[in-house]
């Protein structure tokens, strides 16, 4: 396990540079969402979600890719909000148990 400060900002003394090579399409994309979700740059955007796959690895890439399409489905129009209690219901789970 990893003692590393995640918590650290662009200043604190166990913060270190690194390059990151992304397409320019994909740039676009973290670029319109950090702005969008309230962050205050780029870099605290890509920071948050590095901690988060790191401090959750129980997201899998693939969780991720269907979290990503519904969202796109929702934005666009062709999906529609469905209740917690129709989450619970789909997932076979009791609700009480949790």
């Known amino acids: 396990m990893s003692n590393a400060d995640t918590g650290a900002g662009d200043n604190g003394p166990n913060t ?9 399409a994909f740039l676009e994309d973290i670029d ?3 702005k969008e979700q309230g962050f205050n740059s780029r870099s605290e955007f890509l920071r948050y979600a590095a901690r ?5 690895p129980e997201f899998s890439r693939e ?8 969202e796109h489905e929702l934005r666009s129009g062709s999906a529609e909000l469905v209740s917690r209690e129709d989450v619970v219901e789909m997932m ?7």
Do not use: F, P, Y
């Open 52 to 56: 988060d796959a790191v401090k959750h």
């Open 32 to 34: 319109t969402t950090w």
């Open 92 to 98: 076979g789970r009791d609700e009480d148990a949790e």
């Open 63 to 70: 969780g991720w890719k269907q979290i990503a399409a519904s």
């Open 16 to 24: 270190v540079q690194i390059n990151l090579r992304l397409s320019e």
